[in-house]
């Protein structure tokens, strides 16, 4: 790497450039711009199609020939990373998410592939990134350098609001109780119908509640407004890396009520008033009533601080320089790279 330059890096992303669809990794590439980076942008629009990954492994090599990046950085596993790591002849560092690593929830045809690609993926690379030591514990044996390190939220975006002033924007009644539950574009694993199930039970304890569903195709800069708008978020998936809608609800003071999945538990420990419960309707559903009984804002925002895209995209570029400082030798399996306060990274 020359030292006379900015480090750059093409961040491989799939899906397209607008939309929700993985607006957390291109917030990542402008934390890291901001920081001095050189990040270009390379977007797999149709990873799935086998039809279309010939050519679209030819357009990511010849782009990485033609911009010639210091390293290559796929933010997702699955094809997304195995596309990266044999299309690109210079390092390449893949962060895992979740579903790249958990795939009991997929359907029956890529319960076999999706893993054997992330897998494969993991075995070629020079760096891993997990968002959550339960990731990182899914990671096969490599040479690959492996850090935990959580996708950060946009401070700028998420914070703290007036709840009857976010309401007016959104032309919410000032007096009813809302809980907001993110089915997301993935709505088997986020399990919408064990959400619904508590719901009806709350309906039935609370008057003048309803249930908003984020079902991924809420623009990005109004998901603010709706955290600081709202009662509390709800989460009961299945499976999780670290799921950044909770950090973002810690940003805006939003109480939450959980399954322990995922790296919850860790995100949530020392923020009050949040829950966590088992996964069922009824242990949802009182959870729910007991923070909407005794309204509050959590104090979420101070523990957010440490989720910051600022934060975490500094953590990221010391370990793009480790890596290519000193490229993975032996087993680094156990050798797990932690960040100062990394319990929270």
């Known amino acids: 790497m020359a030292p006379d ?51 679209l492994l030819l357009s990511l090599a010849r782009r990485i020939r033609k911009w010639r990046p210091d390293l290559v950085h796929a933010h997702y596993g699955s094809g997304t990373a195995a596309l990266t790591v044999l299309a690109s002849p210079v390092p390449v560092v893949v962060t895992f998410r979740g579903s790249d690593l958990h795939f009991r929830n997929l359907p029956r045809f890529k319960r076999a592939m999706v893993p054997a690609l992330s897998r494969f993926a993991a ?17 096969p044996r490599s040479r690959a350098k492996v850090t935990i390190l959580a996708t950060g939220v946009d401070a700028e975006a998420f914070y703290p609001t007036e709840r009857q002033q976010a309401r007016q924007q959104l032309g919410w009644d000032a007096c009813e109780k809302v809980v907001v539950f993110n089915a997301g574009l993935s709505q088997a694993v ?32 109004r998901v603010p407004l709706v955290f600081n708008a709202a009662d509390c978020l709800l989460l009961c998936s299945d499976t999780e890396g670290s799921p950044t809608v909770v950090q973002e609800a810690l940003a805006c003071n939003l109480p939450v009520v959980s399954v322990d999945v995922g790296d919850v538990r860790e995100i949530l420990s020392g923020v009050t008033p949040s829950i966590l419960v088992e996964r069922d309707p009824a242990s949802l559903a009182r959870g729910i009533v007991r923070l909407l009984t005794t309204p509050a804002r959590s104090d979420g925002s101070r523990k957010a601080q440490q989720y910051s895209t600022e934060t975490i995209a500094g953590r990221l570029l010391d370990f793009f320089r480790d890596v290519l400082a000193a490229p993975a030798r032996g087993n680094q399996r156990a050798q797990v790279a932690e960040a100062p306060d990394a319990r929270w990274c």
């Not at 990873?47 to 990954?53: G, K, Y």
């Not at 075995?123 to 990671?139: D, K, P, Q, Y």
């Not at 919408?192 to 809420?218: C, M, N, Y």
């Open 190 to 221: 986020k399990r919408p119908d064990l959400a619904k199930a508590a719901f009806a039970q709350v309906e039935r304890s609370i008057e003048k509640v309803r249930l908003h569903v984020l079902d991924g195709t809420t623009p990005p800069e």
């Open 123 to 139: 075995r070629r690379a020079a760096g891993v990134v997990c968002v959550s030591r339960e990731l990182a514990a899914m990671i």
């Open 5 to 55: 330059r900015s480090l750059r890096v093409l961040a491989v992303i799939p899906g397209t450039s607008t939309g929700v669809q993985m607006v957390f990794a291109r917030r990542q590439a402008a934390s890291l711009r901001r920081l001095g980076v050189d990040v270009a942008e390379f977007y797999l629009d149709a990873r799935s199609d086998c039809n279309r990954t010939p050519g």
